[in-house]
Every structure is written in structure tokens, then in C-alpha cells.
């Protein structure tokens, strides 16, 4: 079975610092994707950064990277310039095979706070 | 161009009673995924459909049921509604050919309530 595990139930940055979120999973497929979900206040799901467990290359959308550790199993978020408007709760998750009908599963989350 | 659209946005029903979500996908997107997502946790995957049939299914009992219409829009129903039921339910969508291309895409989400 497939497992998300995000250790730092919250955390706190000074806004313009950087911080790193901490995702760890458990599998035994070779294709897979992995993504951070934000999760505001609105309760809008909405996708930050995603991953592709082939590509050895790290992911940068902008202010947010990741630092994908394959052989670890570990999938870090690292935000760069905090802003307030990045309070939230980060979700890591986790999808495998390339159809239609792949899930995705999720960690417990890590709740964010952007301090001014 | 709307996103996913998911309605009501809040709900108080009674244990025993039966309740229906509704959920409208973004425009293109043909396939729908349901998510139970219990307070403080992460979202649980309930099940999928795309050509109005159920495709997989997460860990939930039959209580939990749904539909999908040929407009591609869907239902989330709940049976005999428990306490343990009160959730956010989300609703996501994307395209049979695959989340890799098209991505999900999330609604806010139905906040329901069992009393």
C-alpha cells in the first residue's frame, strides 16, 4: 500500500524568510507523480508543484522547489520569499500509473503560517 | 472559465438521514473524483467516475454512492448519515486521458455536518 507521511503538523516563517515542508512516501511502484497542494482558508485544493518520480531534475514553479530524493523516498517543499498570502495548509500526495482512474493520496498536512 | 463548481457549500443534516452533494467539473474535464476530508486531516479518496460509471473506489462503505450525468456532472450521496460522516467533501476533476496532462482540479468543497 501507498503512504504519505508529513511529520510537522504546523510551522511558522517570518515573512521574506524561506522555509521547507517535509513529505516522506512509501512505494513499491517505479512510475509515479508526486505533488504539494495549498489548501487556504477558502478550502480550495490548489496544486503548487508537482513532480514526475522519472525526471531526475527538481521542480521549480516560481518562489516554490522541491528537493526529490527518489532513493529516500522523500519529497521536500522548500518556499523561498514568504509572503502571507502563503499561510495555508500544504498537502503532499501522492499518484501512481498515468490513467484516468489514479487516485491520489494524501498526507496528514502541514499548517503554514506566514508571520509579517 | 469556472473551475469546479460544488454545491451547497454548507449542510446540517440529521444521523439517519440522507444527504446529496453536487458537483459541476471545469469545462473539458469529463472525469470526477470524490474526497472525504475529515477535520485535521488529509483528503480521502471515495471513488471516480468518467462515462457515468463508477471506476475505482476508495475504502467506504455502500452507504456512500454516486452518479455521474451524461453533462458530466456528478452526485455524492450518503446513506443512514452518521456522526463520523461530518466532513469536507471535495469534489475534483480532470480528463480520462489522464491527471499527467490534465491535472486535478479541486472545488472548495461541501461542509457537511451530522447532529
Known amino acids: 500500500a501507498q503512504t504519505v507521511t508529513q511529520s510537522q503538523p504546523e510551522m511558522s516563517v517570518q515573512e521574506a524568510e524561506t522555509v521547507t515542508l517535509s513529505c516522506t512516501y512509501d512505494t513499491s511502484e517505479s512510475n509515479y507523480y508526486l505533488f504539494w497542494y495549498k489548501q487556504p482558508p477558502s478550502r480550495q485544493m490548489i496544486l503548487v508543484i508537482r513532480q514526475e518520480a522519472y525526471k531526475q531534475q527538481n521542480a521549480t514553479e516560481n518562489r516554490f522547489s522541491v528537493n526529490f530524493q527518489k532513493a529516500a523516498k522523500s519529497f521536500s517543499l522548500k518556499i523561498s520569499d514568504s509572503q502571507l498570502g502563503d499561510t495555508a495548509m500544504y498537502f503532499c500526495?501522492?499518484?501512481?500509473?498515468?490513467?484516468?482512474?489514479?487516485?491520489?493520496?494524501f498526507g496528514t498536512g502541514t499548517l503554514l503560517a506566514v508571520q509579517p | 472559465d469556472a473551475g469546479v463548481t460544488q454545491s451547497p457549500t454548507h449542510l446540517i443534516k440529521t444521523r439517519g438521514q440522507q444527504v446529496t452533494l453536487r458537483c459541476s467539473p471545469k469545462?473539458?474535464?469529463?472525469?470526477v473524483s470524490w474526497y472525504q476530508q475529515a477535520l485535521g486531516q488529509g483528503p480521502q479518496f471515495i471513488f471516480q467516475y468518467y462515462e457515468e460509471e463508477e471506476r475505482q473506489r476508495g475504502n467506504f462503505p455502500d452507504r456512500f454512492s454516486g452518479h455521474q450525468f451524461p453533462n458530466y456532472s456528478s452526485e455524492l450521496n450518503v446513506n443512514a448519515l452518521l456522526l463520523g460522516d461530518s466532513a469536507l467533501y471535495l469534489c475534483?476533476?480532470?480528463?480520462?486521458?489522464?491527471?499527467?496532462?490534465?491535472?486535478?482540479?479541486f472545488g472548495s468543497g461541501t461542509r457537511l455536518t451530522v447532529v
Open positions: 475534483a476533476s480532470t480528463h480520462r486521458l489522464g491527471p499527467r496532462l490534465y491535472g486535478y482540479t
Open positions: 500526495a501522492f499518484m501512481y500509473g498515468g490513467g484516468a482512474t489514479n487516485k491520489l493520496i
Open positions: 469545462s473539458g474535464h469529463d472525469t
